[in-house]
């Protein structure tokens, strides 16, 4: 029987490794007699020895974080760190009322909940409009606002379109925090005044319309259990070229799930057939100013409470806090589409962007404009770099394609055997636990365009799993399949309501029409494309990458997704299933910025990818910079889909280095990973603890990326 892919688990943390301490909130205000108690020792310190403003300041912050009245607790035991409904019995989001407000709720232990209520249409006249419900969620600084060092909050976007915001700061937040912040101890007041003040950040994300656990939901489908055989009817039909009939599938079925959206959209009134007009980029924009303006707004008024408490007219900390109305600036990271996001808001509000990294650049231009055609010039340089650390690897043990003839050989090997499955599946007997199985060309080909996306994570499994196929066992690869299998079976509360109630909508997922309804609304030109023409931007596909230009869709379906920790399926639209799924959808946007896309913003956004990236090649960074004169390029000489797929120290270092003091990297710079698939850690143990501290927090978000 192979090994199992599991067999060989991530390397843990070394004993003594730091972690992150947890983040304590309070139910409830203490009373005014402690408060009294702080004061007193305040003005007993001030008499003993003189302090700083800036020292002062700090106590004055620690008096003022033991008077403010507590967030309310919404309990989330066991609640997955995908922060959908489905994992927490509805308990967070739902007793959440949204507001024109961020009110926070503590939530997911540690984090702070708030759901925003803003216009679904942005540009109507009428005040009783349908409304949109953003859900939020923050990993509060580790000062509070009137410090001195608060940064301010980074807001996040993981792409997709459609992947979950919340999701990915509930896994990836703590790690982005590090990134961003100082590694001065925030809780000491003796710090280098010679440089610049070290700076602390909250960081923050949310769902955009129609993901996960913002409302109302948007579904083509009458319940999440009919989306998910929808779904297994797919896989079992295969991929664009998996077999000679497969296209005639492909295209009938991609059309009737679109062309019947449309129809359900066009015919209906419901507020989730309205969202479908409100649902592609640029009303997400507006949704983020919102966001970063009601933030100011929640910061202006924590700060009032402590220039009420000392009676203080400070300028400095009034003019640090206060809300500026109309003028809030953006501190972002986006990655994949969310680079698309931030280039767009850094098009059309150019003079709020004060910090903004892209990450994993996708052609703004060519995304807008439907092409898809920018995106694979890289993708099969991973299986060069998949064959060169394997060859290093230096025993099967390490790599399960090891072949000691080198590279050239482990290369063919691979690709030998991905391509054995055509027309040629491999049937598996019921083993132990698992039920029999058929492997297929299909799923030997969305394990390869998982195991691109994240090398580090998934290489040494995807090795296992082809070592699998090449002993024609397929044990392993069964297993693989099975043990992430699980179906949503309607709740009671679905039973007892109609087709495509909001009560039969599953968040947690990523859905296929959302992906669609997102994408379609923001391009311009595949609506009606007709076969012959699909055919032959289909070969451009295949021509521009072996590997996966067969590709339609190859995310992994909900029902085979239940890892609440694992990002690995979450969004990985292919671009024969994205120019596909566009050619039945007929719903046009109701608001819909054309460009163009570049222009000077207020600070110069910093732009990063590795070099050998599946989705998004370096090359596109590159050519968004020219259109942001002022930004600068930054490269990381790694595998995978975007800098988190590859821990870098140096890396992390840099971006810290920009959201600190808006430094950006000198041209041509290109740094290196600190650990590779097969191989391992390349440059040891690092000697200042806090590197290797920083080293395996990144090496945690690499492995759930």
């Known amino acids: 029987m192979a090994p199992s892919p599991k067999a060989r688990a991530a390397s843990p943390p070394p004993a003594g490794a730091a972690k992150p301490a947890p983040v304590k909130t309070t139910s409830a205000a203490p009373g005014w007699g402690e408060v009294a108690i702080a004061l007193s020792v305040l003005v007993v310190l001030g008499l003993t020895r003189l302090y700083t403003g800036e020292e002062l300041g700090l106590v004055k912050d620690y008096v003022f974080r033991s008077s403010v009245k507590g967030y309310d607790y919404l309990g989330s035991k066991g609640t997955g760190s995908n922060g959908s409904e489905s994992s927490t019995g509805g308990t967070v989001w739902k007793k959440i009322t949204p507001s024109e407000q961020l009110v926070y709720h503590a939530c997911f232990d540690g984090f702070q909940c708030a759901r925003l209520d803003v216009p679904m249409d942005w540009n109507a006249t009428d005040e009783g409009g349908q409304r949109v419900a953003v859900a939020f969620a923050k990993l509060p600084a580790r000062v509070p606002v009137t410090d001195p060092r608060y940064g301010g909050l980074i807001l996040l976007n993981p792409g997709g379109p459609g992947g979950s915001g919340i999701k990915h700061v509930l896994n990836h937040g703590k790690t982005i925090q590090m990134i961003a912040d100082s590694d001065q101890d925030p809780s000491s007041t003796a710090y280098d005044t010679s440089t610049a003040t070290p700076l602390y950040f909250d960081v923050a994300s949310f769902d955009p319309r129609g993901v996960n656990n913002t409302t109302p939901h948007f579904s083509c489908f009458p319940t999440g259990l009919s989306r998910q055989l929808w779904q297994m009817q797919s896989l079992s039909e295969g991929i664009l070229g998996s077999s000679d009939d497969a296209f005639a599938s492909v295209w009938a079925r991609t059309n009737a799930l679109t062309e019947g959206c449309t129809h359900r959209v066009l015919e209906g009134n419901t507020t989730e057939d309205q969202l479908a007009y409100h649902m592609n980029t640029t009303p997400v924009v507006a949704d983020m100013v919102a966001l970063i303006e009601a933030h100011g707004q929640w910061r202006d008024t924590e700060a009032l409470g402590a220039r009420t408490i000392f009676h203080t007219k400070h300028n400095a900390l009034t003019e640090r806090t206060r809300w500026r109305k109309g003028e809030e600036k953006l501190l972002y990271w986006g990655f994949s589409y969310g680079t698309v996001l931030g280039a767009t808001f850094a098009a059309m509000q150019p003079q709020r962007i004060h910090r903004a990294v892209i990450d994993g650049v996708a052609d703004a231009v060519d995304y807008y404009h439907s092409g898809w055609m920018a995106n694979l010039d890289d993708t099969d340089l991973m299986l060069d770099a998949f064959s060169s650390n394997c060859f290093a690897a230096g025993t099967p043990d390490r790599c399960a394609l090891y072949d000691p003839a080198g590279p050239d050989a482990i290369k063919a090997d691979f690709l030998r055997i991905a391509h054995s499955l055509k027309g040629h599946p491999l049937g598996v007997p019921a083993h132990g636990a698992f039920a029999p199985d058929l492997i297929t060309y299909t799923d030997v080909n969305w394990?390869?365009?998982?195991?691109?996306?994240?090398?580090?994570?998934?290489?040494?499994?995807?090795?296992?799993?082809?070592?699998?196929?090449?002993?024609?066992?397929?044990?392993?690869?069964?297993?693989?399949?099975?043990?992430?299998?699980?179906?949503?079976?309607?709740?009671?509360?679905?039973?007892?309501?109609?087709?495509?109630?909001?009560?039969?909508?599953?968040?947690?997922?990523?859905?296929?029409?959302?992906?669609?309804?997102?994408?379609?609304?923001?391009?311009?030109?595949?609506?009606?494309?007709?076969?012959?023409?699909?055919?032959?931007?289909?070969?451009?596909l295949q021509e521009q990458s072996g590997l996966?230009?067969?590709?339609?869709?190859?995310?992994?379906?909900?029902?085979?997704?239940?890892?609440?920790?694992?990002?690995?399926?979450?969004?990985?639209?292919?671009?024969?299933?994205?120019?596909?799924?566009?050619?039945?959808?007929?719903?046009?946007?109701?608001?819909?910025?054309?460009?163009?896309?570049?222009?000077?913003?207020?600070?110069?956004?910093?732009?990063?990818?590795?070099?050998?990236?599946?989705?998004?090649?370096?090359?596109?960074?590159?050519?968004?910079?020219?259109?942001?004169?002022?930004?600068?390029?930054?490269?990381?000489?790694?595998?995978?889909?975007?800098?988190?797929?590859?821990?870098?120290?140096?890396?992390?270092?840099?971006?810290?280095?920009?959201?600190?003091?808006?430094?950006?990297?000198?041209?041509?710079?290109?740094?290196?990973?600190?650990?590779?698939?097969f191989v391992g850690r390349t440059k040891g143990v690092f000697g200042d603890g806090r590197d290797e501290e920083l080293f395996w927090a990144l090496r945690g978000s690499a492995v759930r990326f």
Request: with cysteine; hydrophobic share 35%.
């Open 447 to 540: 394990a390869i365009r998982s195991a691109l996306y994240s090398p580090l994570r998934d290489f040494d499994t995807l090795a296992v799993l082809l070592a699998d196929v090449r002993a024609r066992n397929g044990s392993a690869f069964a297993a693989h399949k099975q043990e992430k299998q699980a179906l949503d079976l309607p709740s009671s509360e679905c039973v007892d309501a109609p087709p495509y109630a909001q009560e039969c909508q599953v968040p947690g997922g990523v859905l296929d029409e959302t992906t669609t309804a997102i994408l379609c609304t923001d391009g311009d030109g595949t609506f009606g494309m007709s076969e012959a023409e699909f055919r032959s931007y289909w070969r451009y």
């Open 548 to 677: 996966i230009g067969d590709s339609c869709d190859t995310r992994l379906p909900s029902f085979l997704d239940d890892d609440d920790d694992d990002d690995r399926y979450q969004q990985k639209p292919s671009e024969a299933h994205i120019r596909m799924a566009c050619v039945g959808w007929g719903i046009q946007p109701k608001w819909r910025y054309g460009g163009p896309f570049g222009g000077d913003t207020a600070h110069p956004m910093l732009i990063v990818g590795t070099s050998r990236d599946p989705v998004t090649p370096i090359r596109n960074a590159h050519k968004m910079a020219t259109r942001f004169p002022s930004a600068a390029v930054l490269e990381l000489d790694a595998d995978g889909h975007c800098t988190i797929a590859a821990p870098s120290v140096a890396t992390a270092k840099a971006i810290r280095a920009y959201f600190q003091t808006g430094a950006l990297p000198l041209p041509g710079t290109v740094l290196e990973d600190d650990e590779r698939p």
